[in-house]
Structures are given as structure tokens and as C-alpha cells.
């Protein structure tokens, strides 16, 4: 039971409790105080002197003093209330939801309790626990129609689609009249509704319910959208194809909507010429759109193909769009497809353009020629650049030409710095893009490009100096901390992996780290929607964002942090010595003195370059002070003690550190094959076989010939022959006839490797994979290996970054300088406009 | 091929925030956190669109756990948004819209995309929120987006603010009238009328069921958590600049 307060002190702690309200937190405390001087051990002013200590960031103080709350009483829903705040304030949400519960037992009818339980089970998809919370809410006010939506949320995330539909159903029965038209609360709510009976899979009645619903709902577009599509899922096709004709006339630049009038209207696939009538239709009825031009290009074929993209390119080349190519290179798989635009863009600019199809030459000015022209070297750099159809010098030769009709273009000059990233040399290409930066200085789209072209160089301080052109560099941390302020992924991606190529692990780590806490972020954001939405009635958009943020880290840009993450641990765990820089470990291989001398010399050159970055740092901390060191929210923030990311990278366990990456990623991308290829790296080096060969057989039905695969196959075998102590029989008898379904044990591993390599001639990823297997297998094979390893420079095939990738295979087979640069200069000589042979 | 979606109606394409906000910081110096994004997707999923490249192999939708091994049918390239909203505290009392940030990559201009993306919005603003009129932030130095807000869409300059933006730029603040484009709902509301009157006679008088008026719409602070409720966070980022490129 609370203590009895004297009268004076009563009033005090309700000071206290509305001072903490207002966040007057200083007046709080002194309140608290003045009561705690005449009853020490009272439980909740104590209590609520806690929740107010940690909401001015004091948490261990906070924490001692609500446990010593508790102590002093344990009857107090109070001193359990806060005691789950302070739990969740820390994001230990299991804790919180403990404590919350016990208060909730001492004060069962506190609706603030109750409403901080519910709160966190739905963040903690507890739904039965929802479910249960908010019937109780629902109990103690059944006049408030967000606690009927409320449960049925729950019954519906819980699974529970019918109870849910009968929840706002039986809500809806209690409305004599409709509510106002205007009323959106009610209006989505009944879409909601809509939702659920679509979900359950009752088209019919859904369809039924909408149509029924139409006339009074706001969201005029998601009506037309959902009834469009029952219709169609339904097969009624005349009306769905009246849906999807009103659809177009809202929005006639969506190519779902052709599709689906296209499987309205019944066309076959082969009935070219009717599906041509369609998009006709629709491109005269909206001449200005895109779409209904566009999509013919994809089904057309022969000469038909060749007029309408003849007109096509014509009329985009004119208007000077600069997303033409990438508008029609999807069309390049096709190579006859290919092999035609090629013709009639070099066509255009060797002057036979002039006759339009419909037969009408257009009147040109010379200006309007000019641009014609431009737009079509442009082009034809861009076609020269793509990977289907790729001739560096001729890209080269038409962007120069365009630029020289141009030399202001931002996007003719942005080509001509991709042709030299393409080309291999990213020196050049930075270089060039760095001159399109200028001609648009006020353009942050060209400043992130040139940024991005600096990192791809490993120059993370110039490309930091770029992007600070359009950051607010007031913030703490300068511009680097704006850019995690405003999560900026892409940027913090390509930074840290720039410091990993360069294998500054700490500064990689921290970067990696960043990325992985802006998702945490992410995740997080949902928690004030819980309760926001429910006031706000958008039902089916919190629902929608529930769902997604269940599948975040499925995210394409969470997959490459985590991957670059692991790789970095990875060689941290390898490379141990990489903790004190990239310095520490000398990347030529030169021979190991016996005595470690060189060795030691080299850590000790690396730990002075990092003394010298910490005080470099140190400095730039110092010059930031002097400006104010205020969020944009007032908050005071604080510097980070760790920029350089030295404690990240001093961890006793990157492996165990790579796995809070690989987990989530295993969970969510499962079926990206570099994940389970470098999950089983994580895994063999912690011992844990089952899990290893658990990535080996997952890779191994995504892709069975992947070529890093077959070297991990290999791998595993020799790993588990070389034991120096068995496996624990239970796990070597799972491990055993698991892998034998993989690589038989009787297998002999030469001819595998051999039948491997004829399976997969002609593929340079391959040939490289069975190559490291042959060495693996017989390690005086190596030199002879080398040799063939350079000869697959001679393919045609070989792309340079398969080039690349062989050099990098030469530092992972430990071989000597010499083999590295005979190859490295056989391929300087092949690609010889390309840097990124040379070696360090 | 570029398509015009829905954000967050139906159906739903609110997994393609993050790439929404990369668009954002991409090419704009008025950003925002996630978290802004998800306020203006959950309170108006109406009335923001985005811009994305058609995948060459179409749409996915999400497969189930595990994910799929192509996952460029589900999370295509963004190339344009526009993010929208309504005023929540109009000073003239006018419900009427905002556009808080519409951009386009300069890769993917001249195709009449930004103009797409504000028809859209604007037509759902008047549809789903009985807008009077929009208004936007345009930097007096933008003459291509000037052309599209003025000549295009017919846009009119109300006034101008001066240093609106944080680098000292002054901003025209644009408005358009929408009520042209409002719904008619006079058959539906006499049906209530009509409806209410006849019930009027055989009056019950019932517990009145819900909040069924607009007034408690208003944001309330979450009272304790983590810093900052969604409303904090609101006024925050009024306080910051935005902008329209």
C-alpha cells in the first residue's frame, strides 16, 4: 500500500507528478526532495524522482533509486509503473512488460498502466496479450469507438480475421444514424473492414461491401483500386475492365493498370496488333504520357518494333529526356532489339532522321537540331556504356561529341565520368565527376554523385568535403554527424566500405554500426503509432506499416551493411593485428623475419598513424565546441567518445559482433546465396559445424553451382578431416549424412573438382573457384595454378571485375609478389586505360 | 518505364520510404528522419505519391519469410515523390493542403513526372479532405520549378518569405484553389437529412456512442517515453525549413 503523506506533502507529490507532466523536471526533483527530507523512504516520491532523474539521461542513478522505491514499497503500482518506464526507456521490453504487469495487479482499473502495457506488447508483437489488454480497455470504455478498432487490430494481426470483422461490425450496429459524410474516422474504418473481409479470401462479399460502402468514402482512389482489383481477381471482366479504364483516366501513367485491362479485355500475349490498338487508344487520348508509347517497344517485334521505336526515340530524342536510355534498355535482352536501337540512333546522328514516320518532316530550327544531335550522342554513350552492349572507346568518342554541342550538361558529363568508373579507372572518373559538380554547384543531386565517385576512390575526407556543401555543419559531429542525424544510408554505406577496401577496420566498423542504428531507429518509430494512429483512425495504413516494419531488415540497403559488417569482422578475426590499423600487416606478403622484427616495426608504425588520427580528431572536436552544441530539437547532444571507431574495433569477439549482423539477415534474406556463403564463413570459424553446413545446403538449393560455394564445399570437408579431436557423435553423425548429400565422402575430390570446371567452361568465376580448389587439394600445384589463373585473362569473356577478383584470389592463395605482379601487368596491359591494377 | 503510386493507400508502398528519404537527401537540402515520412504516410496516406521505375521483371509483392532471392520486384528504384499533407492548424481556418517535399531525380526529368505527382496529391486533397486550396514553398531562385507551379499547374504567389530557407533564400509561398475538384455530396447529405429528421420523430434518446466530431483529433502529447511523441516531433520539423525543389 502507497504511505500516507501528511497533508502538505500530498499536495507536494502532486506538484511532483504534474511538474514531471510538463517536464519541469528541475522543479520536480526539488519538489521531491522537499518530501523525501520529512519521509526518506517514501516509495513513490521516490519513484517518480527516478522516472524524472532518467528523463534527464541519469539512467543508473534513475535506477538505483527506483529499486530502493520498490524496497521501500513493494504494494506500490507507482514504484512498478516507473520501474517498467525506466525498463523501457533502456528498450528492455520483456522487463517493462514484467513490471507493467505487476502494477497492473496492485491497480487492475489504472487505465495509464493498462494503456503502457498494451503499448509495448503490440511493439512487442505479444498479440495475445494485445488481445487481452485491449479487451479490458474495451471493457472499462466501450464508448470510444478507437477501442473497438483497437481490438480488432489485434484479433486481425493476431490471425484472427473473423473476430476482428465481427468486432468493427458489431461497433457499426451501434450507430443509429451513419455518421457524417465528412467523418473520416468512420470512413476508414469501415475500409478497414474491407480490408479484412478481402484478406480472408471472400472476394465476393468484399466486393460486395465495397460497393456498398463507395459512396461515402474519402479515399476515392484506394475504392476504385480495390474494387478494380476484386473484380478482376474474380474474373468479371467486363466490369473490370470499366474499373480499369477509370483507373488510366486518373492515372494513365501505370503500367499495373494496362496489364490488368489488357487481362480484362482477354487479349492474348501473341495478339500484338490488338495490344497495340490498346496502348494506341490510350497514347492518342493522353499524348502527352509516357507509358502507353513505352510498353508496346517490350511486345512488339521485326519491322512493327522497329517503326514504333523509330518514333519512340525520335520524339523522346527532340524533347531532349534524359532518361531515355535507361527508359529503353531494359528492351536489351532482346539482342535483335538491341542491334535495331543501336542502328537507329547512330542513323540519327549521321543525319537519316529526317523522315519522320507519319511522313511529316519536321521543320527544324538549327537550335532544335542541335539538341536532336546532342541527345543522340548522348544516347549512343549511354549504349556504349551498358554492360549488354559495351564499347568503351565508342562511349567515349559519342560523349565527347555530345559534350562538345554541350559543354554545360551536367548529365552528358556525369556519363563521361561512368564510362572511366567502367573503364576501370576510378581516379579519372572521380575526376570527371567532379567537373559535372561544378557546372551545377547549387545541385545536390550532382554533389551526392561526386561524393559517391570520391568514395569509390577511398578519399572518404575529400568526399566528406563535398557533401558538406549541403549539410548543416552546426550540428555535433559537424557534417558527418548531420548526415546520421538525417539517415543518410547510402552514404554511410559507401563511406564504410571505402574505409574497409582500405581495411581501416575501426572506421568501417563505426560507420557499419551507424547504418545498423539508424534501422534500430527505424524500428523503433513504430512505438508512437501505436496509440497516434488509433487517434487518427488511418487504420489501414498502421497496419500496413506494422507488417512492414515486422520485414525492415529485409531491406536491400540493410542486406549491404550487414554484409560488408561481417566482412570487415571477418578479417578482423583473420587479421587480428588490423586493430591497430591497416599498416599493422604488410598486404605484399614480404617475408617474415624469424624474429617478428618487421612485424613489430609495423604495429608500431601503425599505432603511431592512429595516435596521430586521434589527435587529429581531438582537434576538430575542439575547433567544433566553439559553436553551439545543440540538436536541432534543443537537446543537448553529445559528442561521440568513439569517432574513430577504436573501441568497436578493439572487440575480444568480431565473430560473435558479426553474428548481431548475420542474424537478422539470416532471418530475413535467407535466400541471398553471399549471405548463407558468408554466414558459413561466421560459422566454421566458431566451431559450429551444424550451422555451417545448415548455410552450405541453404546456398546449395539457391544456387548449386555458385562458384564460392563449391570452394566452401571443399573446405568444410578438409575442415572436418582435419580435426585434431572429433566432432560430439551426435553432431557428427547429423553432419556426416547431411554433408554426404552435398559431397559424398567416397567422392574423389580431384575429379569433382575437374567435372566441376567442365561443367561450367567458358565462366571465368568458375574457372577461378576450381582453381583455388586445385591448390587447396594439392598445394604444389600452386604455381601451375597461377599460370592458369593469369591464361583466363586471355578470355573474351572476362570482365574486369572478374579480373579484379583473380588478383584479389592471388593475396588469398598467400602467393608471392612476383606472381601478383605478373598478373597485375598482364592486366594493365588488357584494360589499359585502368588503374586498379596497380599495385600498392 | 517510370509509374506513379499510391504511398500508403492502396495498395500499400510504404517499404519504399527508406528509398523515398534517399531521393530526398539525394537531391534536396531539406531532409527529414524516417519518422517524419511514416507521420505524413499514417496521418494523410491519401496524398503522397512516388515515382518509381517499372522492374524489368514487374512487381513482386512480399513472399513470406526468408524474403526472395530477387528483391528488385519489391523494392524498385524511386525516382520522384511527392510528400503531402494538411495543414493541421490553419491560421485563415481554410482546411487546405501542403506540399512539404516534392522531387524528381535530375536523370529522370523532362518526362512530367513533378506534375504528375502533384496533380495526384492535389486531386486527393480535394477529394478525401475537402481542401480549399494548396500552398507549397518554392525558392525564389527554382525557375523550372517556378514554370511547373505557375504556368503549368496554375499556381499564384501569395506572398513572399523572406530567408525562409536556412541558407538565407527567400521563398515565394504558392497556393492553388481546389475547391473546383471537391466531391458533391449534397444527394448523400439530404439522404441524412431526410434520414435524421424521420428519426427525430421516433427519438430514443441513446447514450450517445464514440466521438464521432473532429475535436479530439487534436495531437496529444505522449506523456511518457522515449522523448519525444509523434506531436513533438511535428513541431520540430516545422520549426526546420522545407522546401520544394
Request: glycine letters at 6%; proline letters at 4%; charged letters at 30%.
Amino acid at each position: 500500500m502507497p504511505q500516507p503523506l501528511g497533508s502538505k506533502e500530498a499536495s507536494l507529490f502532486r506538484q511532483v507528478v504534474r511538474h514531471y507532466e510538463n517536464k519541469q523536471y528541475k522543479k520536480g526533483i526539488k519538489a521531491a526532495d522537499q518530501i523525501l527530507r520529512k519521509n526518506p523512504n517514501h516509495g513513490d516520491t521516490q519513484a517518480m524522482k527516478a522516472l524524472i532523474t532518467s528523463n534527464l539521461g541519469q539512467q543508473e542513478e534513475a535506477f538505483a533509486l527506483a529499486k530502493e522505491a520498490l524496497r521501500n514499497d513493494m504494494k506500490s503500482h507507482i514504484c512498478w509503473h516507473v520501474y517498467g518506464l525506466l525498463y523501457r526507456a533502456e528498450k528492455n521490453y520483456e522487463e517493462a512488460i514484467k513490471a507493467y504487469r505487476f502494477a497492473l495487479r496492485i491497480e487492475p482499473e489504472s487505465p495509464p498502466i493498462q494503456r503502457d502495457l498494451a503499448l509495448l506488447q503490440m511493439q512487442m508483437r505479444d498479440y495475445q496479450g494485445y488481445i487481452q489488454s485491449r479487451s479490458s480497455m474495451l471493457q472499462a470504455r466501450p464508448g470510444f469507438r478507437q477501442n473497438w478498432t483497437a481490438l480488432a487490430i489485434a484479433h486481425h494481426l493476431a490471425g484472427d480475421l473473423e473476430e476482428a470483422e465481427k468486432v468493427l461490425t458489431t461497433y457499426e450496429e451501434t450507430l443509429k444514424t451513419p455518421p457524417p459524410v465528412w467523418d473520416m474516422e468512420h470512413s476508414e474504418a469501415v475500409m478497414y473492414k474491407n480490408m479484412i473481409i478481402a484478406e480472408s479470401g471472400n472476394l465476393e462479399k468484399a466486393l460486395e461491401h465495397i460497393e456498398a460502402i463507395a459512396p461515402r468514402m474519402t479515399d476515392v482512389l484506394a475504392v476504385m483500386e480495390m474494387k478494380a482489383d476484386y473484380l478482376l481477381r474474380l474474373g468479371r471482366k467486363a466490369e473490370a475492365e470499366a474499373a480499369y479504364t477509370a483507373l488510366l483516366e486518373r492515372n494513365s501513367e501505370h503500367s499495373v493498370y494496362y496489364d490488368a485491362l489488357i487481362k480484362a479485355k482477354g487479349i492474348p500475349e501473341n495478339d500484338h496488333k490488338a495490344l497495340k490498338a490498346v496502348y494506341d487508344y490510350w497514347a492518342d487520348k493522353y499524348p502527352r504520357g509516357d507509358a502507353a508509347r513505352r510498353i508496346p517497344l517490350d511486345f512488339l517485334e521485326g519491322e512493327d518494333f522497329k517503326q514504333a521505336a523509330d518514333a519512340y526515340l525520335q520524339r523522346m530524342l527532340r524533347k531532349g529526356v534524359p532518361s531515355l536510355f535507361v527508359n529503353i534498355k531494359s528492351l536489351y535482352t532482346n539482342p535483335s532489339k538491341r542491334d535495331v536501337v543501336q542502328s537507329l540512333v547512330e542513323g540519327y546522328v549521321s543525319g537519316r532522321a529526317a523522315q519522320q514516320p507519319n511522313g511529316s518532316a519536321e521543320d527544324q530550327t538549327n537550335g532544335d537540331n542541335k539538341e536532336f544531335l546532342s541527345s543522340s550522342y548522348y544516347f549512343l554513350a549511354q549504349h556504349y556504356n551498358y554492360h549488354l552492349s559495351r564499347d568503351l572507346s565508342k562511349a567515349m568518342e559519342n560523349v565527347n561529341k555530345a559534350i562538345e554541342l554541350d559543354p554545360k550538361a551536367v548529365e552528358y558529363q556525369m556519363t563521361k565520368a561512368r564510362i572511366w568508373k567502367h573503364y576501370g579507372n576510378l581516379e579519372k572518373a572521380a575526376e570527371e565527376m567532379e567537373k559535372a559538380r561544378l557546372l551545377d554547384e547549387k545541385d545536390r543531386h550532382i554533389n551526392s554523385k561526386a561524393a559517391k565517385y570520391q568514395l569509390r576512390k577511398n578519399d572518404n575526407d575529400k568526399a566528406l568535403d563535398n557533401m558538406s556543401k549541403f549539410t548543416r555543419n552546426e550540428t555535433v559531429g559537424g557534417a558527418l554527424g548531420d548526415l546520421h542525424e538525417m539517415q543518410c544510408v547510402w552514404y554511410l554505406t559507401e563511406d564504410a566500405e571505402a574505409y574497409l577496401r582500405q581495411r581501416k577496420l575501426g572506421l568501417a566498423l563505426k560507420r557499419f554500426h551507424g547504418v545498423y542504428n539508424i534501422f534500430d531507429a527505424w524500428q523503433e518509430d513504430q512505438f508512437d503509432f501505436h496509440s497516434f494512429s488509433l487517434r487518427k483512425g488511418m487504420i489501414r495504413a498502421y497496419v500496413d506499416m506494422v507488417r512492414w516494419e515486422d520485414r525492415l531488415r529485409e531491406h536491400p540497403l540493410y542486406t549491404r551493411m550487414a554484409l560488408g559488417a561481417i566482412k570487415a569482422y571477418l578479417l578482423l578475426h583473420d587479421q587480428p593485428d588490423l586493430v591497430h590499423g591497416p599498416e599493422a600487416v604488410d598486404v605484399n606478403g614480404a617475408a617474415e623475419t624469424p624474429d617478428g622484427a618487421e612485424k613489430k616495426k609495423a604495429i608500431k608504425k601503425a599505432k603511431k598513424e592512429q595516435q596521430r588520427l586521434e589527435k587529429v580528431e581531438a582537434e576538430k572536436r575542439e575547433a567544433r565546441k566553439t559553436t553551439s552544441a545543440k540538436g536541432i530539437d534543443g537537446e543537448i547532444k553529445k559528442e561521440d567518445p568513439d569517432p574513430l571507431g577504436n573501441k568497436l574495433v578493439q572487440t575480444q569477439d568480431p565473430l560473435k559482433e558479426a553474428t548481431k549482423f548475420l542474424t537478422p539477415l539470416l532471418a530475413h534474406s535467407s535466400k541471398n546465396i553471399e549471405a548463407q556463403c558468408l554466414a558459413f564463413e561466421v560459422y566454421l570459424r566458431r566451431d559450429k559445424y551444424a550451422l555451417a553446413l545448415k548455410c552450405l545446403a541453404a546456398a546449395h538449393s539457391i544456387d548449386a553451382s555458385n562458384p564460392t560455394l563449391h570452394v566452401q564445399l571443399l573446405r568444410f570437408r578438409k575442415a572436418l578431416d582435419s580435426r585434431s579431436e572429433p566432432l560430439p557423435p551426435q553432431v557428427a553423425e547429423v553432419v556426416n549424412a547431411e554433408f554426404d548429400t552435398l559431397l559424398p565422402k567416397n567422392q574423389n575430390l580431384t575429379e569433382w573438382n575437374e567435372s566441376f570446371l567442365a561443367a561450367n567452361k567458358g565462366s571465368v568465376p568458375h574457372k577461378q573457384a576450381a582453381l583455388t580448389c586445385r591448390q587447396l587439394l594439392k598445394p604444389d600445384t600452386k604455381p601451375k595454378c597461377e599460370k592458369d589463373l593469369s591464361s583466363t585473362l586471355d578470355s573474351d569473356l572476362i570482365s574486369i571485375e572478374n579480373g579484379l577478383a583473380g588478383l584479389n584470389l592471388l593475396n588469398e592463395w598467400g602467393s608471392d609478389q612476383a606472381a601478383k605482379k605478373a598478373y597485375a601487368d598482364k592486366a594493365s596491359k588488357k584494360w589499359s586505360e585502368s588503374s586498379v591494377f596497380q599495385l600498392g | 518505364m517510370v509509374d506513379i503510386v499510391p504511398l500508403s493507400s492502396y495498395p500499400s508502398n510504404i517499404d519504399l520510404l527508406p528509398a523515398i528519404q534517399t531521393c530526398n537527401i539525394t537531391n534536396l537540402p531539406e531532409n527529414y528522419f524516417l519518422k517524419y515520412y511514416l507521420y505524413h504516410a499514417l496521418t494523410w496516406p491519401q496524398l503522397s505519391f512516388v515515382a518509381v521505375m517499372r522492374p524489368r521483371n514487374g512487381y513482386t509483392k512480399h513472399t513470406g519469410p526468408g524474403g526472395s532471392a530477387d528483391l528488385s520486384g519489391q523494392y524498385p528504384k524511386v525516382v520522384g515523390y511527392v510528400l503531402a499533407k494538411m495543414e493541421e492548424e490553419p491560421t485563415d481556418g481554410m482546411q487546405h493542403g501542403h506540399i512539404t517535399s516534392l522531387s524528381v531525380m535530375r536523370t529522370h526529368r523532362r518526362l512530367g513526372i513533378a506534375e504528375r505527382l502533384m496533380r495526384m496529391s492535389q486531386r486527393a486533397m480535394a477529394e478525401s479532405h475537402r481542401a480549399h486550396y494548396v500552398s507549397l514553398h518554392v525558392r525564389v531562385s527554382n525557375n523550372a520549378a517556378l514554370r511547373l507551379y505557375r504556368d503549368t499547374l496554375g499556381f499564384e504567389v501569395d506572398k513572399v518569405e523572406s530567408k525562409y530557407y536556412a541558407d538565407g533564400e527567400d521563398a515565394y509561398a504558392m497556393r492553388m484553389d481546389l475547391s473546383g475538384m471537391w466531391l458533391d455530396w449534397s444527394e448523400i447529405e439530404k439522404q441524412d437529412r431526410e434520414r435524421a429528421k424521420g428519426d427525430e420523430k421516433d427519438a430514443d434518446e441513446g447514450e450517445p456512442v464514440g466521438e464521432m466530431g473532429k475535436k479530439d483529433d487534436k495531437m496529444v502529447r505522449v506523456k511518457v517515453g522515449r522523448g519525444l511523441g509523434v506531436g513533438d516531433l511535428v513541431e520540430r520539423n516545422e520549426a526546420q525549413q522545407q522546401s520544394v525543389s
